[in-house]
């Protein structure tokens, strides 16, 4: 079983920044995958942004160039650098985490908003 606690959630204006970070406990964190996602009201959940445990990221095209994923693993913990930030963005953000038998973990979430 894997916990995953998000945190850095908050309310910012366009253009600002944020950092979003997630602690993971419960398995070898360095071979999991680690991610990002969000969902917006009304809208469905999508990616973020997903690293492997082999360095390799994909981000969604509406964040490429703003947004950066990364992690620590000695302290269980991945992150997301969030700039110029936009309304569109406002939504709960989701840590996800892939452990290497393919199961799969959700955190509680954080929101995240961006006024105009």
């Known amino acids: 079983q894997v916990q995953l606690v998000e945190s850095g959630g908050g309310l910012v204006q366009s253009g600002e920044s944020l950092r979003l970070s997630c602690v993971a406990s419960g398995s070898i964190f360095s071979r999991n995958t680690m991610g990002w996602y969000r969902q917006a009201p009304g809208k469905q959940r999508e990616l973020v942004a997903v690293l492997n445990n082999g360095g390799r990221t994909n981000y969604a095209d509406s964040v490429k160039g703003r947004f950066t994923i990364s992690r620590d693993n000695p302290k269980n913990t991945v992150y997301l650098q969030m700039n110029s930030l936009k309304p569109e963005d406002t939504a709960v953000y989701y840590c996800?985490?892939?452990?290497?038998?393919?199961?799969?973990?959700w955190g509680q979430g954080t929101q995240v908003t961006v006024s105009s």
């Open positions: 996800y985490a892939r452990t290497i038998l393919a199961r799969e973990y």
